[in-house]
Nanobody, 123 residues
Framework: VQLVESGGGLVQPGDSLRLSCVGSSEITLAYYGICWFRQAPGKGREGVSFIHPCDESTKYANSVKGRFTVSRDNAKNTVYLQMDSLRPEDTAVYYC????????????????WGQGTQVTVSS
């Protein structure tokens, strides 16, 4: 079972990026809650955004609310994180994780993780 993130890169403040999280053939992402976490240098892993498996309701950390949007394409077994108005403090490695959490932003609630993709926001 594998999750693969992509779409990271080096951008300037105010730019946009779209991250993708693709599930391998062994996992159907539509059946899982998917959370995007990020980890900045020297900091702990932070829950950024979550999409529910059943009603596709979403959750966001206050730091990204109004700028980031999480969505699914079940036909492609993919979850996206659209990141707009990026700021230097968004710089981090971004991970997607699959699970059935009772608390969406808690790392221990997820048992399947991707390898991460680096996002760097700098002028």
């Amino acid at each position: 079972v594998q999750l693969v993130e992509s779409g990271g890169g080096l951008v300037q403040p105010g730019d946009s990026l779209r991250l993708s999280c693709v599930g391998s053939s062994e996992i159907t992402l539509a059946y899982y809650g998917i959370c995007w976490f990020r980890q900045a240098p020297g900091k702990g892993r932070e829950g950024v955004s979550f999409i529910h498996p059943c009603d596709e309701s979403t959750k966001y950390a206050n730091s990204v609310k109004g700028r980031f949007t999480v969505s699914r394409d079940n036909a492609k077994n993919t979850v996206y994180l659209q990141m707009d108005s990026l700021r230097p403090e968004d710089t981090a490695v971004y991970y997607c994780a699959a699970g059935h959490p009772t608390m969406w932003a808690i790392m221990q609630e997820y048992d399947t993780w991707g390898q991460g993709t680096q996002v760097t926001v700098s002028s």
